[in-house]
Nanobody
Framework: QVQLVESGGGLVQPGGSLRLSCAASGLIFSIWPMGWYRQAPGKQREVVASISPTGDTHYSDFVTGRFTISRDPARNTVDLQMNSLTPDDTALYLC??????WGQGTQVTVSS
């Protein structure tokens, strides 16, 4: 059974940084592309960033240059380093393996 568990969210001031982590189990991590999505209240879920099994990355325009996605095959984790956060980044952040599995999400709130 695939399990994805996100952590690292919290309350941060505008301009601040957070590092999210998604721990994966129950799957052969090295063969799956992984992605981070976010969903704000009243809005559709949107892709933030994705990373292929070989480390190729893709970012949505609204995070390019501010966020970095990475994966660690030794720990079966995929991280999202978020810098220069703005209130528009406030959302529930979720990870997926693009195989139908999602984590519960971790809340990020950017506010002064």
């Amino acid at each position: 059974q695939v399990q994805l568990v996100e952590s690292g969210g919290g309350l941060v001031q505008p301009g601040g940084s957070l590092r999210l982590s998604c721990a994966a189990s129950g799957l052969i991590f090295s063969i799956w592309p992984m992605g981070w999505y976010r969903q704000a209240p009243g809005k559709q879920r949107e892709v933030v960033a994705s990373i292929s099994p070989t480390g190729d990355t893709h970012y949505s325009d609204f995070v390019t240059g501010r966020f970095t996605i990475s994966r660690d095959p030794a720990r079966n984790t995929v991280d999202l380093q978020m810098n220069s956060l703005t209130p528009d980044d406030t959302a529930l952040y979720l990870c997926t393996n693009y195989g139908g599995s999602w984590g519960q999400g971790t809340q990020v709130t950017v506010s002064s």
